[in-house]
């Protein structure tokens, strides 16, 4: 039988950390076995999903590339299918129809939480003839016997007493059905065969076995994943990174690593790291998911994003840049090519919106002063020194960062000072803040003209400050 995994997440919000890890995980398990991988959107909660969602979701995994074998499929589309086995189960006597009122489950729920029972439904309607043209629900007749036991993947034996399970609602009072009841619909139609998903819906397995059984159904095999915890050990919110998928890519988070991330997020491959996309479908193994919580630690992934930076093919970078570049509104087209940057700064950014902001004085021709570093660094002493400088690099035959350096190291020694008296103010001139790579570096890619012009523009603004 061809193995077959799905994604299924709700448009009710956008693509977060533990929904992207979950995808992940589905994808490498089908590529790992030669299976196939589909993507389901399950948008019948309609007053909450939204098409900004959808698209969210749909951006994200493409972003990630993490590409499915078949979809998007949406529930909305099936209404149908889900209408058709509600009829069956009806007419098998499997489902029944429920005219209980909100105000009766509610006093019902009360009751049993004040006799510190669990609350659950107590079959009221469960034997009784309900004409189809009454308002009502359709639930399903849950066994009242025996257990449902099944073999988690991860976890490994779980058994449930049917018992401690109520008549779930499959159709609701407009007809529209219920998650549970959907899933093993679609499941059972795209004959799906191993479910991975986080482990808040171990709950819902045993009732989804239940309704697989009554239908007839094998159900899939379930592996049911760990939460992911914040650093101080609490459910991963807001404030821990638990924003949008696409958030991460503009923070300038590239998605090889964000997938490297994800993927030691609670499973391992001995002490290993660092794994490229062939290296984690290779190496994937449920039984090396970790049973408990994982916990999301941003500066990891900063490290890792690091070291992919440090380590792509600048080509495979370039775009990303770019990317950032755009949504700044830098314009790339005047200024050293992109590839020259990155080659010069890629060991000195954690992510691409770093080196973004390190970067875009290249492609300006105003520069705008870092205001601290003015008060230190800008003063008549430096007029001297840079005017010196810039004599020499109109004279210089060649524009070369060998040459450059050489040309410091004799204005330097022509004034008799230190390297910083010079160093400093020029960083400042060149690039507008006190921090970048070998300042011989940065000009040969500057070019002489712009340079000359950042240095006499420098010297101005000096003169002006303390005429």
Not at 51 to 72: F, H, K, T, V
Request: net charge negative; glycine share 6%; with cysteine.
């Amino acid at each position: 039988m061809l193995l077959r995994t799905r994604f299924a997440p709700s448009p009710t919000g956008y693509l977060h950390i533990g929904g992207a890890r979950t995808a992940l995980y589905c994808w490498l398990y089908a590529q790992k076995h030669g299976g196939q991988f589909a993507l389901r959107i399950e948008d019948t909660d309609r007053e909450r999903s939204t098409n900004e969602s959808i698209q969210a979701i749909l951006d994200a995994m493409d972003w990630l590339g993490l590409n499915y074998d078949e979809g998007p499929i949406y529930q909305t589309q099936r209404f149908d299918r889900y209408a058709e086995v509600v009829a069956q189960l009806l007419s098998e006597g499997k489902a029944y129809r429920c005219t209980c009122s909100k105000e009766r489950l509610e006093t019902l729920r009360e009751t049993q939480m004040a006799n510190q029972e669990k609350p659950r439904y107590d079959g009221h309607c469960r034997d009784r003839e309900v004409s189809a043209e009454e308002p009502h629900v359709v639930r399903f007749k849950n066994p009242t016997e025996g257990v449902v036991s099944f073999f988690d993947f991860i976890r490994g034996e779980i058994t449930v007493a049917n018992s401690e399970l109520d008549d779930l609602i499959i159709a609701r009072s407009d007809g529209t059905p219920t998650y549970n009841f959907t899933v093993v619909v679609d499941d059972w139609d795209m004959n799906m065969t191993h479910v991975i998903r986080g482990d808040d819906h171990i709950n819902n397995t045993p009732r989804q076995i239940n309704v697989f059984k009554a239908l007839g159904a094998e159900p899939p095999v379930y592996g049911h994943v760990p939460m992911i915890l914040g650093s101080d050990g609490k459910r991963l919110s807001k404030r821990h990174g638990a924003v949008s998928v696409m958030q991460y890519r503009d923070e300038g988070f590239l998605p090889q690593a964000l997938l490297n991330y994800l993927v030691r997020l609670g499973w391992s491959h001995g002490d290993q790291e660092i794994f490229s996309l062939g290296e984690m479908i290779d190496y994937f193994d449920v039984a090396h998911i970790n049973r408990a919580p994982a916990s999301f630690d941003p500066e990891k992934l900063r490290w890792i994003n690091a070291h992919y930076i440090k380590t792509l093919p600048v080509s495979e970078l370039e775009p990303a840049l770019q990317w950032q570049y755009d949504a700044r509104a830098v314009d790339t087209h005047h200024g050293p090519a992109v590839a020259d940057v990155i080659e010069l700064y890629r060991e000195r950014a954690h992510t691409l919106r770093e080196m973004a902001e390190l970067t875009h004085f290249f492609y300006e021709y105003a520069i705008v002063y870092d205001e601290k570093t003015v008060n230190k660094v800008f003063n008549l002493g430096a007029v001297k020194l840079l005017q010196v400088f810039m004599q020499k690099l109109q004279a210089a035959a060649a524009f070369d960062a060998p040459n450059l350096h050489e040309l410091m190291h004799e204005t330097i020694a022509e004034c008799e000072v230190g390297f910083g008296k010079l160093g400093q103010p020029l960083r400042l001139a060149i690039t507008g803040s006190n921090m970048s790579p070998p300042m011989n570096e940065v000009m040969a890619l500057l070019g002489k003209e712009t340079c000359l012009h950042r240095i006499s523009e420098a010297v101005r603004h000096i003169q002006e400050q303390h005429a």
